[in-house]
């Protein structure tokens, strides 16, 4: 059938593209391309077998649809609240909040707009229909991916652990980041009891409230727990993910030119840190480590928003082309 075929197509493509580098954003969009052409190849073929239980999980589909916005503004609305309780009210901790009034906002403005029947307001809609179905498209290959990307495991044995900081209490380490330190360790001890001993990085600099680098907080925790302390390095000039690997590539180019390393953040930034680790030509792949859950909307739309932003030509293109189009019209 030719929904397979194509699913098919998109499944070599995706293939190709992720045996060469798992950490390029475009197998998300093969990815989800295949499982859509399998899916509705699916419905064709339930329908050469019952017509009417393929028509009833088509209609399941659309029924679903919006059923699944309505739940999930309420959950994003929920979230932002608490959100807002556990972590205050920094900009960047509204984000689920704002998305979910977003949605409910645009309902409305859906309803209004139809009940009006007045052709600028009808484009007008249309424009940002157009636009947030887009940006959602991208939005659920980046999910996806991301989760598929999770559970892909490096074999390969390695020769550094790159722990990326993510902020201090003054001089304390906070849960956040001794989630990544611990899950680094993890790593370290299991590539022990292989027969490596790698070397981990603490990486991360001086920022805004703490009292000291991030790295030697970092490194001290460490060897609280049992690391040996000349297998720990400190990198203590980046403040940003990107300097965070540049800074510590030049050291593991310094101790061994072909090196080889794995690189640990939390669970929600993996898939954003293998993108960063390709574009700063660091040899190595992302594992994540576990966050609380209630944190995960806001830090995961973070790092979207922080994807699309970093691909701002092409998306630009696109969204503006699908934000002027319904207007031509007045032309």
Known sequence: MIPFAIAGFWFLIFLISFLYDRRLFRNSIFLVLTLMFAGLGGIFAIATVSRTLAEVLAVGILVLIPISIGVLAIFLVVNGVTMIRREGRRPKNLLSLAAGVGIFGLV???AVSQA????PLTALMTAITGVLTYVSFLFGCF???AFVYSRVRSSR?????IVLGSGLRGSRVPPLLASRLDRGKFVR???VRKGRDPIIIASGGQGPG???AEAHAMAAYLIERGVPEDRVLREDRSTTTTENLLFSRELMVALKPKYRCLIVTNNFHAFRAALTARKTKVNGQVVGSPTARYFWPTATIREFVAILFSHKWINGIIIGL???TPFLQFL
């Open 116 to 119: 009006l029947d007045w052709r």
């Open 189 to 191: 001890d299991r590539a």
């Open 322 to 324: 699908l934000f002027v």
């Open 143 to 145: 999910l996806i991916y």
């Open 157 to 161: 044995k390695i020769d550094f652990v």
């Open 108 to 110: 409305i403005f859906g």
């Open 210 to 212: 703490e009292d000291v």
